[in-house]
């Protein structure tokens, strides 16, 4: 019976442990925000959770790098528009040039950001269907009583 109590308690957390991996990701306005057991996950700790999975971790690393290079591109952008803006305000001379500039920057960076957060998303694509063809997950152990001529038995199936 003991036997019993114990195989039930490890596949018990055998399943729960497996299904604690699993990465999911809601749609913000900004792009996307990643959860895993309910807490929000960040790219960098992504790539640190997706290290097992090879093609999944080379796309999250150049997310992770694309979406730094759109950060560049638009605090940059934002910071020239914000200058001629202030310039405008201060002196009553307004920069169209760097303005422009800026704002051309800022746009920029909106497609690159959104191409990081694609390639997060197929990353996580991937590293969930990793999981989900894992030996825990492909074959569910079944447990089942064996009646014969010598006797009464359980038998476990993996």
Not at 79 to 96: H, I, K
Request: net charge positive.
């Amino acid at each position: 019976m003991k036997r019993l109590f114990l195989i039930v308690c490890f596949l018990t957390l055998t399943s729960v442990c497996c299904e604690a991996q699993f990465i999911s990701a809601e749609k913000k306005i900004g792009g996307y925000e990643f959860y895993q057991d309910g807490q929000r996950v960040k790219l960098k700790e992504l790539v640190r959770i997706i290290d097992t999975n090879d093609e999944a971790r080379s796309l999250m690393k150049m997310a992770q790098s694309e979406k730094v290079i759109s950060s560049i591109i638009g605090y940059g952008g934002g910071f020239m528009m914000g200058y001629s803006l202030g310039s405008w305000v201060n002196r009553g001379e307004l920069r169209w040039s760097v303005l422009g500039v800026g704002a051309g920057l800022a746009l920029v960076s909106i497609p690159v950001s959104r191409g990081a957060y694609d390639k997060a998303l197929r990353a996580v694509g991937i590293y969930d269907d990793a999981l989900e063809s894992s030996v825990f997950r492909k074959k569910k152990p079944e447990l089942g009583l064996i009646v014969s001529g010598n006797g009464i038995g359980v038998a476990i199936a993996f």
